[in-house]
């Protein structure tokens, strides 16, 4: 039978978060690139919470429009509250969180991936990888269609062989009842990837006109909202905001919960994957935190044009009955009526570990992978790896190297880093804690770490970049000029300080010194600094932070300089690792296994020694001395 053939530079399956960025990064580049997607009406679909960043969460939107990705853009013009976290804490965790128009965020994705040139939209399921001597040539659809390629990049996210349940009720569907994958894990397998079977929940929606408020703590947003993107207007998006609530479980729920457990597929061993340990169902968390006798609930509205109320904290896979009896013990939900249960939805993953930091399978040349289908949660997380795996299988085909952040440089980097080196038998959440070196990686200067790589890929335009580098020259002089600044014990001064609780001068001081007293800063000793110059509340805020921060950022930057010793010492490809004599049985087995590309990466792999990687080094000292001398 004859079957439509086409031809593309990059074919990229799935269009949630993770396809969209790695799609709009391939064809912004110029390449020739076709999205496949089971309905065109869930492109950058938010199936779960209504929500686009949050704690570290945050970096990873403003680190992917660091590097010219599009999730940043799209909250920005469709959210409906926002909010920076952590505000109380230190700068290395403020993180920033918006309420999405869930409707609006995708419509608005969609109109992006439309207006994009080189870009092409295809509702189909994809069946098949075509693979030729270990490299990718294209896929086939269920169709019997072929589209051919130079690479390919998966983003399936939670579709693959995905089912739904709560209770007994098992529906053989991708979240919000869409159409499932069901074949394509079979070509996966029949090509030698290693599968693995992960879980995920979503709470129920209510119908916010049956939802008593009064009873509930009103949630509002920030009195002066900061947008995601570096290049969005702060101007335009100060807008009124829609409210959050909070309310609690009570002992009543949790009586109602352990009673019914035997109900819920989670225990009952229906279920076969493994859940996200850090969002735990509320099934989970009752039995996990007996002691504890209430726990969060945050009511969120799920867009301006609709009803639906999302019940966050009390994902559930509890058959209907228990579901209307439980909610209906917390308080303001008395008498809500379910819009869409509650469920749990297990599908389909790889092992990651067969990837390079690259997210290129090491087996199969050209063929690279993103999102959820990496075992990772979270729409950043996807839309993180989205973004890395479509500039890389672009820079594999325009020829350039490839684009890998380190540990160091960006959440992302440590992100990837834990999906490919370390062990994960659970979907893998970005938290804050993950970053050894968070006080450099704050959110604040993502565009200064990350956009010039943004702009030697290719996704980040001049104009922005020579911003960005007018931006470091300016952060750079002021520092060093208030460090100039000599701050005598005046009437003024004085005034000033007690103005804002601080200790008054005896003696003269530097501006720099003051500013790192806990209670000033660099804004509110402006009326001491006649010769300040005018200056952008961003880079204010640099100043503010590199001066308040100076000693823990230099010791950071230390400890970065000893782990890019280690990153640098590469090690070879596709080695047998049997042949270093001195290392541990398991190492050999991890370290053939896993095919770090770098000492560093080697020393993150479990089961690997300080005193393997003390091998390691001699072994690469002795090869090296061997290689030179036999020139």
């Known amino acids: ?8 530079d990059v074919v990229v399956v799935g269009a949630g978060h993770a396809g969209c960025e790695a799609a709009l990064a391939c064809a912004r580049l110029g390449l020739e690139t076709i999205i496949f997607t089971v309905s065109i009406e869930s492109i950058a679909m938010m199936p779960c919470n209504p929500n686009i960043g949050g704690s570290s969460k945050g970096h990873l939107v403003r680190e992917i429009d660091a590097l010219g990705g599009q999730m940043g853009v799209n909250i920005d013009k469709t959210f409906i509250q926002s909010k920076m976290l952590n505000k109380s804490k230190g700068p290395a965790v403020h993180s920033l969180r918006a309420q999405a128009d869930k409707a609006s965020y995708s419509m608005e994705m969609r109109k992006t991936l439309q207006k994009t040139e080189h870009l092409t939209i295809r509702q189909a399921e994809v069946s098949e990888l075509i693979v030729e001597d270990g490299k990718i040539r294209g896929v086939k659809t269920f169709s019997g269609a072929i589209y051919h390629s130079r690479a390919v990049v998966l983003c399936t996210g939670t579709y693959l062989r995905a089912r739904c349940l709560y209770g007994d009720i098992v529906n053989h569907t991708g979240p919000n009842g869409l159409q499932a994958a069901n074949h394509l894990t079979d070509s ?36 002066r909202i900061v947008p995601f993107s570096f290049t969005t207007d702060p101007e335009s998006v100060q807008i009124d905001q829609i409210s959050c609530w909070l309310t609690y479980t009570n002992p009543e729920t949790h009586k109602i919960i352990r009673e019914n457990l035997e109900r819920s597929p989670l225990y009952s061993g229906m279920i076969e994957g493994t859940g996200p340990r850090y969002c735990p169902s509320i099934e989970d968390k009752v039995v996990k935190f007996a002691d504890k006798d209430r726990h969060q609930v945050f009511i969120e509205p799920e867009g301006i044009d609709t009803n639906e109320m999302y019940v966050g904290g009390m994902s559930s896979s509890l058959p209907e009955d228990v579901q209307y009896a439980m909610y209906r013990t917390v308080p303001g939900l008395e008498h809500a009526k379910i819009v869409r249960n509650a469920y749990a939805i297990e599908y389909d993953c790889i092992n990651p570990r067969q ?82 070196y968070r006080l450099l990686l704050r959110q604040d200067n993502a565009d200064l770490r990350l956009t010039k790589k943004g702009y030697e890929v290719g996704l ?33 001064v004085q005034e000033v300080l007690e103005a804002n609780g601080s200790q008054r001068l005896n003696v003269g001081s530097t501006l720099t010194e003051l500013i790192r007293r806990p209670e000033l800063n660099y804004d509110v000793l402006a009326p001491i600094d006649p010769e300040r110059p005018e200056l952008s509340a961003e880079v204010r805020e640099q100043v503010n932070i590199n001066i308040k921060y100076d000693g823990y950022i230099k010791r950071q930057i230390k400890q970065v300089t000893q782990f890019k010793k ?32 770098s000492i560093g990466q080697a020393s993150r792999i479990a089961g690997v020694s300080p005193a393997d990687i003390s091998v390691l080094l001699v072994y690469l000292e002795q090869l090296h001395y061997r290689q030179t001398h036999n020139k």
Do not use: C, W
């Not at 916010?208 to 009064?214: A, E, M």
């Not at 790896?385 to 820079?395: P, S």
């Not at 490839?402 to 992302?412: A, F, G, K």
């Not at 640098?568 to 296994?593: H, I, T, W």
């Open 1 to 8: 039978m004859p079957a439509l053939e086409e031809n593309y």
């Open 188 to 223: 996966l397998v029949a090509n030698g990837v290693e599968m693995q079977r992960f879980k995920t929940g979503t709470p129920a929606r209510m119908d916010k006109r049956t939802i008593d408020f009064s009873k509930m703590a009103e949630q509002k947003g920030d009195e």
């Open 355 to 436: 990837l390079y930091p690259t997210l290129e399978f090491k087996a199969i040349k050209g063929l690279f992978s993103g999102g959820q289908f990496n075992g990772s949660s979270g729409y950043e997380e996807a839309a993180s790896q989205g973004l890395i795996a479509g500039i890389n299988a672009a820079m594999k085909l325009l020829g350039k190297e490839p684009l890998v952040l380190d540990r160091s440089e960006s959440y992302i980097g440590v992100l990837i880093d834990d999906l490919v080196t370390k062990e994960n038998h659970e979907p893998y959440r970005m938290m804050t804690s993950r970053a050894e």
């Open 460 to 492: 980040i335009s001049q104009e922005r970049y020579d911003h960005v580098v007018e931006k470091e020259v300016q952060i750079e002089a002021e520092t060093a000029r208030v460090e100039q600044v000599k701050i005598g014990a005046n009437a003024k």
């Open 566 to 597: 280690l990153e640098n010492k590469k090690l070879p490809e596709n080695f047998d690792y049997d042949q270093v004599s001195g290392l541990r049985m398991e190492a050999q087995q991890k370290l053939n296994l896993y095919q770090p590309i």
